[in-house]
């Protein structure tokens, strides 16, 4: 298995433009998670899909994020308009509802610079 | 969630145990201690977890005390390639999935 892929790897916009992060999760998993980690405030979860319906979004900053996923194969989360404080890195997970020990794989992260 | 404790930083030399300590006095009888760690310049990575008996698996050992107030996490021949930030997480086990990260362990594995 490929693992969660996540692109693009990288990403450098301006402010107040849209940003569009895409995660692909492992084949068979039914859990997604959108977290953000910075150096003012570490590893901190955005929001979490199961079986692709939103069950905890308390983690989404503000109403310039949003996330959806329209299948068990893929997620977007869209930034617009963009700040410079948004730079972080953004890692996607997934998870299967069959593992008992609740691990979860997550992405190589995509690093975005807001400027 | 329990909240843990954790030293910011250790060393260890190349090809000895890395013994990793986690505080989690206030637990609960249900909520399990997980580790992960998280290589520079990637996502994080499951380690191992246990609920009161010490655990191991291909990665590492688990030791967790009798009262359960702390854990020790156990790589016993660290390689350079260990060199990481390891977190300690204490979660009930259940409907909620969520995993919330504190400011971890540096481990710098020294040739």
């Known amino acids: 298995d490929a693992g969660v892929i996540q692109s693009p790897r990288h990403e450098v916009t301006e402010m107040g433009q849209e940003v569009t992060l895409r995660c692909k999760p492992i084949?068979?998993?039914?859990?997604l998670f959108w977290y953000r980690q910075t150096m003012m405030r570490g590893l901190e979860l955005l929001i979490y899909f199961n079986n692709n319906v939103p069950i905890d979004d308390s983690g989404m900053p503000e109403d310039r994020f949003s996330a959806k996923m329209p299948n068990a194969s893929f997620s977007t989360l869209k930034i617009q308009p963009s700040e410079p404080r948004d730079s972080a890195v953004y890692f996607c997970a997934s998870r299967s509802r069959d593992s008992n020990s609740y691990e979860q794989y997550f992405g190589p992260g995509t690093r975005l610079t807001v400027t | 969630d329990a909240k843990t404790t954790q030293p910011p930083s250790m060393d260890c030399a190349e090809g000895r145990a890395a013994n990793l300590p986690c505080n989690h006095s206030?637990?609960?009888?249900?909520?399990?201690v997980y580790w992960y760690r998280q290589i520079h310049s990637q996502g994080p990575q499951y380690i191992i977890h246990g609920l009161k008996n010490n655990e191991t698996n291909e990665m590492a050992s688990l030791i967790i005390t009798e009262d359960r107030k702390s854990s020790t996490l156990i790589l016993p021949h660290a390689t350079l390639r260990d060199t990481a930030v390891y977190y300690c997480i204490v979660r009930v086990a259940g409907s909620n999935y969520k995993l919330t990260f504190g400011k971890g362990t540096l481990l710098t594995v020294n040739p």
């Open positions: 084949s068979g998993h039914d859990y």
């Open positions: 206030t637990i609960s009888g249900n909520e399990y």
